[in-house]
């Protein structure tokens, strides 16, 4: 059984930074993606950030690019630091993991991922 657990979500002024953690366990699949969506207030649930495990290979939504790093460690966690942060990032964010290889169109889509974690927020004031 596959479970997410995410933590390290708060309150921080606009400019600080928060760093996200995914714990996953009952990942035993030879390959798979995991990702980090957002969902603020009356808003869709948004692509931010996935990694691939296999290789690393890391891809991230305009908004976020060059603020925030998604990264994994051997403990099958993964991480996502975020700097520089604004007010529109505050949002409740997911972690999400899908098995087997995706196309970038469909790592981008919340609908393609088959586990989720139940959300840590984080609020960015100004």
């Known amino acids: 059984q596959v479970q997410l657990v995410e933590s390290g979500g708060g309150l921080v002024q606009a400019g600080g930074s928060l760093r996200l953690s995914c714990a996953a366990s009952?990942?035993?699949?030879?390959?798979?993606?995991m990702g980090w969506f957002r969902q603020a207030p009356g808003k869709e649930r948004e692509f931010v950030a996935c990694i691939r495990r296999s290789d690393g290979f890391t891809y991230y939504a305009d908004s976020v690019k060059g603020r925030f790093t998604i990264s994994r460690d051997i403990a099958k966690s993964v991480y996502l630091q975020m700097n520089s942060l604004k007010p529109e990032d505050t949002a409740v964010y997911y972690c999400?993991?899908?098995?087997?290889?995706?196309?970038?169109?469909?790592?981008?889509?919340?609908?393609?991922?088959?586990?989720w974690g139940q959300g840590t927020k984080v609020t960015v004031s100004s």
């Open positions: 999400a993991a899908e098995p087997g290889g995706m196309s970038i169109a469909t790592m981008k889509t919340p609908g393609k991922y088959d586990y």
């Open positions: 009952g990942l035993t699949f030879s390959t798979y993606v």
